[in-house]
T-cell receptor, first 109, second 113 residues
Framework: AQRVTQPEKLLSVFKGAPVELKCNYSYSGSPELFWYVQYSRQRLQLLLRHISRESIKGFTADLNKGETSFHLKKPFAQEEDSAMYYCALRNSGYSTLTFGKGTMLLVSP | NAGVTQTPKFRVLKTGQSMTLLCAQD?????MYWYRQDPGMGLRLIHY???????AKGEVPDGYNVSRLKKQNFLLGLESAAPSQTSVYFC????????????FGDGTRLSIL
């Protein structure tokens, strides 16, 4: 069965500190993974996806098939990065997504 | 281009009442989805649709019905609301072409008393 695990409910760091939001997945096929961000009481927005290998707002994520991970990283956290972050796995078939339970990132000044 | 629009934004219901949440998208997307978001549970898929006139069950479909009579609209119905359905409901849509992401609406905050 497909599964996405985000082990941390809350991650609290100081401004300027490095950030790593963990995501592990379970999937038998070739995975497609995404990170979505939700700022306070707003809609979910796509942050990045592994097939694009892009960097958005200073965040990067590398797919590690050996460790079945897709951790989100940023070298220097900013206060405006405070938000809920969801890792998501595209399921086979009709492109539904399986979401992790989310990690709240709090960046303090 | 409004994207994905959900109405209403907020609603309070009494147990046993019925209501319909409307999702409209103006991007000509084939796929549409309804999720619920609960603290500590992330987003869970309720129902989805791969085209006009088609619907399918997601992870947590019980207590909900959906309809996709028009391509641009996806309706979520609660026939007899229960307190356990208190949640924030998000609609999303996606094109069926390529590896494109889902686009989300602003959400509907629903409280069942």
């Amino acid at each position: 069965a497909q599964r996405v695990t985000q082990p941390e409910k809350l991650l609290s760091v100081f401004k300027g500190a490095p950030v790593e939001l963990k995501c592990n997945y379970s999937y038998s096929g070739s995975p497609e993974l995404f990170w979505y961000v939700q700022y306070s009481r707003q809609r979910l927005q796509l942050l990045l996806r592994h097939i694009s290998r892009e960097s958005i707002k200073g965040f990067t994520a590398d797919l590690n098939k050996g460790e079945t991970s897709f951790h989100l990283k940023k070298p220097f956290a900013q206060e405006e990065d405070s938000a809920m972050y969801y890792c998501a796995l595209r399921n086979s078939g009709y492109s539904t997504l399986t979401f992790g339970k989310g990690t709240m990132l709090l960046v303090s000044p | 281009n409004a994207g994905v629009t959900q109405t209403p934004k907020f609603r309070v219901l009494k147990t046993g009442q019925s209501m319909t949440l409307l999702c409209a998208q103006d991007m000509n997307h084939e796929y549409m989805y309804w999720y619920r978001q609960d603290p500590g549970m992330g987003l869970r898929l309720i129902h989805y649709s791969v085209g006009e006139g088609t619907t399918a069950k997601g992870e947590v479909p019980d207590g909900y019905n959906v309809s996709r009579l028009k391509k641009q609209n996806f309706l979520l119905g609660l026939e007899s609301a229960a307190p356990s359905q208190t949640s924030v409901y998000f609609c999303a849509s996606r094109t069926d072409r390529g590896n494109q992401p889902q686009h989300f609406g602003d959400g509907t905050r629903l409280s069942i008393l």
